[in-house]
């Protein structure tokens, strides 16, 4: 039986497992990344849209810094983050970008002078100033107050990946690619690193490791319609559940994008909308701002799904084979704009959909001449002349994960998790477009370095017998899976989870249909104990793949169906129908999905409390989407009183944002990472007073006057 023996070993070979790989081998440790595919084709090369940090160069993000991007992500995650793992990652997020600079990504710069840009849906000119040329440019994305989100033109991830990739060869990192992690090597609530099998020989060994980090991306092939690579099944995080140690936190927590290509669900990045792209609907009417007046399509991503599927609700979605949708519009951002700054997204609309998305021309007028705006086919019409692409809300992005600790740690001692594969939880119930390949790097270097740190002192106290029989397990498993006496096809099986992933726990649930899904899954799961693969090779083999593989994400969806299903409120991008309020009262908490025991056919969830007491901004209206939807957690008032206190007391002795942050809400963090970001425009945030901690005060301030005359305020 085949072992191999490291200091490290990090499955996964995105962009958190790479920048992991590398703190490790800053730390001088042996380190194997293991890859189903060769790792610059992991899913992370898919982002386009950019990565979100405080730099504040340009002209539309002066005054950012990481308060406000710290803001922005709470309030997008609908208050169900970490805020400690929030601020971690908001100190970071600077950094990060300029140790990508100094590895060679081509960050989009800024040329000093007037540029032409659409602001919500008008045309303006924008005037970058002289001794900001050079520097790296943002753009509008995410819905944030300030363009924070730095991009590579629409090739963002590409070129991060490539980079991280090219760093990782540079220190030497042990990389295999088309190995397939099937299961954890534990022992006394341990990990000692992993049972993999050979994708092309089908052979199965052991990588045994002092520490063991999971970056294995999302789970989001286990609904039929998304954005997300075929890779992206969440068999890693399935692993770790079966360990029945480790826990997943918040799986029911999915990510609709608004803005997925119809039919196939390729991604048209949110920095079309960023870049001053808008939604029409069928009859080429903008509706965004009827429902969204203040953010209009740059609302986050939960606001503008749902709005965009009760539009089509009401009727006004345009018809098509594949279902009703509705139109982006990036024609109105000019040919030359779209063929500079939106290639890709041009790119795949004329491959996949045939039709060129720069095209403003008229060209077949005379084709809707006398047709009434109200005719069904008027939108059509409209949009064959004007590029308008097909689009509506797919599953996008798993908030979802393996739970950790602030320092990346399962509740498996020594197994790590890090990116989207785990809930750190940086996102909450939704997360802020441009902060996900953020936080992929980001905890790439936090959790990396605890990860590093705790491989340096680890021993490895597992005997080789009990490796073998880890080994001997799989390899019977692998057996079972092609001579056993089952009837059961696999595709059949995976077809028809997908499927009611899709029609019951998607973008609105409810109660009932919830518990319907919940049943019919539980049957595909029986069912999957029978699946027999057809195909008796051992090697190189997709069917017995797709028939592990599937009965892990059964287990997943069983998961999320569940959280959702008990998870009787509205928050985030989890929206019950019958539960339509954010409920502070009873569901400020964090869903835990485990499964003890290999014998069970349902996981066994529990709760993990949120303290109000111990956040730095106390939960409140997002900003955007319904007013008055939440239901205040009871000891709302008394925190916000204290926060309000402790800034205008410490404001007074002359305390800056840093001070007062840190008093507010302590959070821990390597020095490194910890240090203060220095910006440009230190000196006139200074002149101008915004070193000061104030973006809750005056609201704050407001509230606690409202309350002192007893005037009800949300
Ligand atoms: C189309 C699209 C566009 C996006 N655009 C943006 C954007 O503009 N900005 C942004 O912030 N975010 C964006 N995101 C999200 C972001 O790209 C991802 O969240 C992030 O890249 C995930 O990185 P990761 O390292 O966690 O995982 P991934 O990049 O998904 O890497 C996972 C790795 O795990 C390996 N793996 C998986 N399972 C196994 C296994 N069983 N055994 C061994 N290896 C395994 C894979 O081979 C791969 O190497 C986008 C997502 C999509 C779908």
């Given at each position: 039986m085949k072992i191999t023996y490291c200091d490290a070993l990090i499955i996964g070979g995105g962009l958190a497992g790479l920048r992991a790989s590398i703190a490790c081998k800053q730390k001088g440790l042996n380190t194997i990344v293991l890859s189903l595919v060769p790792v610059r084709r992991s899913h992370s090369a898919a982002a386009q849209g950019g990565m979100q940090a405080s730099l504040a160069n340009a002209k539309k993000s002066e005054g950012d810094?990481?308060?406000?991007?710290?803001?922005?992500?709470?309030?997008?995650?609908?208050?169900?983050?970490?805020q400690q793992v929030a601020r971690m990652f908001v100190t970071t997020a600077p950094k990060a970008i300029r140790e990508l600079a100094s590895w060679g990504v081509p960050w989009t710069r800024i040329k000093k002078g007037d540029r032409p840009a659409v602001v919500n849906g008008e045309h303006v000119t924008i005037t970058e100033r002289d001794d900001r040329h050079g520097y790296i440019l943002s753009r509008d994305f995410g819905g944030t107050k300030k363009w924070r989100t730095c991009f590579t033109a629409d090739a963002t991830g590409h070129t991060m990946l490539y980079a991280v990739a090219n760093e990782a060869l540079h220190h030497k990192v042990d990389i295999q690619d088309r190995k397939d992690m099937l299961a954890f090597i534990h022992h006394d609530n341990k990990c000692y690193g992993a049972v993999v099998r050979d994708l092309i020989t089908g052979e199965i060994s052991a990588y045994v490791s002092k520490g063991t980090l999971l970056a294995t991306g999302g789970y989001g092939r286990v609904y039929k319609h998304t954005t997300n690579a075929v890779i992206c099944?969440?068999?890693?995080?399935?692993?770790?559940?079966?360990?029945?140690?480790?826990?997943?936190?918040?799986?029911?927590?999915?990510?609709?994008?608004?803005?997925?290509?119809?039919?196939?669900?390729?991604?048209?990045?949110?920095?079309?909308?960023?870049?001053?792209?808008?939604?029409?609907?069928?009859?080429?009417?903008?509706?965004?701002?009827?429902?969204?007046?203040?953010?209009?399509?740059?609302?986050?991503?939960?606001?503008?799904?749902?709005?965009?599927?009760?539009h089509i609700q009401k009727g006004y979605g345009a018809k098509s084979p594949y279902g009703d949708h509705v139109w982006l519009d990036i024609a109105i951002l000019g040919r030359n704009h779209v063929e500079k700054n939106l290639r890709d997204v041009r790119d795949i609309a004329m491959t996949f959909a045939g039709i060129d998305p720069a095209d403003s021309e008229e060209q077949t007028k005379d084709n809707m001449q006398g047709m009434p705006a109200n005719e069904p086919e008027y939108g059509q019409a409209m949009a064959k002349q004007k590029g308008w692409i097909p689009i509506k809300p797919m599953q996008h992005y798993s908030m979802g994960g393996v739970r950790t600790n602030p320092k990346g740690e399962t509740h498996l001692k020594g197994l790590f998790c890090a990116g989207e594969a785990a809930c750190w939880d940086l996102h909450g119930f939704n997360r802020l477009g441009g902060n996900s390949v953020s936080e992929a790097v980001v905890a790439g270097m936090i959790i990396g370095d605890y990860f590093a740190s705790h491989c340096l002192e680890a021993q490895i106290e597992i005997n080789?017998?009990?490796?073998?029989?880890?080994?001997?397990?799989?390899?019977?498993?692998?057996?079972?899976?092609?001579?056993?006496?089952?009837?059961?096809?696999?595709?059949?099986?995976?077809?028809?989870?997908?499927?009611?992933?899709?029609?019951?726990?998607?973008?609105?649930?409810?109660?009932?249909?919830?518990?319907?899904?919940?049943?019919e899954l539980q049957e595909l799961y029986a069912r999957s104990k029978n699946i027999c693969v057809k195909?008796?090779?051992?090697?190189?083999?997709?069917?017995?793949?797709?028939?592990?593989?599937?009965?892990?994400?059964?287990?997943?969806?069983?998961?999320?169906?569940?959280?959702?299903?008990?998870?009787?409120?509205?928050?985030?991008?989890?929206?019950?129908?019958?539960?339509?309020?954010?409920?502070?009262?009873?569901?400020?908490?964090?869903?835990?999905?485990?499964?003890?025991?290999?014998?069970?056919?349902?996981?066994?969830?529990?709760?993990?409390?949120?303290?109000?007491?111990?956040?730095?901004?106390?939960?409140?209206?997002?900003?955007?989407?319904?007013?008055g939807n939440f239901i205040p957690h009871p000891k709302k008032e008394e925190r916000d009183a204290e926060i309000l206190k402790t800034i205008l007391e410490l404001e007074k002795l002359g305390k800056d944002r840093v001070e007062v942050q840190h008093a507010l809400m302590p959070f821990e963090l390597q020095e490194k990472y910890k240090a203060r970001n220095m910006r440009l425009e230190d000196e006139e945030v200074r002149a101008r007073g915004e070193h000061l901690y104030s973006f809750n005060v005056h609201d704050l301030l407001d509230k606690y006057n409202a309350n002192l005359k007893g005037e009800h305020h949300e």
């Open positions: 810094n990481e308060d406000l991007h710290f803001l922005d992500t709470v309030k997008g995650s609908d208050w169900g983050c970490d099944d969440g068999a890693g995080a399935a692993s770790a559940l079966e360990t029945g140690v480790a826990k997943l936190g918040n799986m029911e927590a999915v990510q609709f994008h608004p803005t997925a290509l119809v039919p196939s669900g390729i991604l048209m990045t949110e920095g079309c909308r960023g870049d001053g792209g808008v939604l029409r609907d069928k009859f080429g009417r903008r509706f965004m701002p009827a429902y969204e007046p203040e953010k209009k399509e740059l609302a986050s991503r939960d606001v503008v799904s749902r709005r965009i599927l009760e080789t017998q009990k490796v073998e029989a880890f080994i001997k397990e799989s390899q019977d498993y692998m057996h079972f899976l092609l001579h056993n006496e089952g009837k059961e096809d696999v595709y059949e099986i995976k077809e028809r989870m997908k499927e009611i992933m899709d029609e019951k726990v998607g973008v609105f649930r409810e109660g009932k249909r919830l518990e319907k899904a919940l049943k195909n008796k090779v051992l090697h190189n083999n997709p069917e017995l793949e797709d028939a592990y593989r599937t009965k892990k994400m059964l287990k997943l969806a069983l998961c999320i169906t569940q959280g959702a299903l008990l998870r009787t409120e509205s928050r985030g991008a989890h929206t019950r129908i019958d539960y339509p309020k954010r409920d502070d009262e009873k569901w400020l908490n964090r869903t835990l999905a485990s499964w003890p025991s290999a014998e069970q056919d349902m996981p066994t969830i529990e709760y993990e409390e949120l303290d109000v007491m111990e956040m730095e901004i106390s939960p409140d209206f997002r900003g955007y989407g319904k007013k």
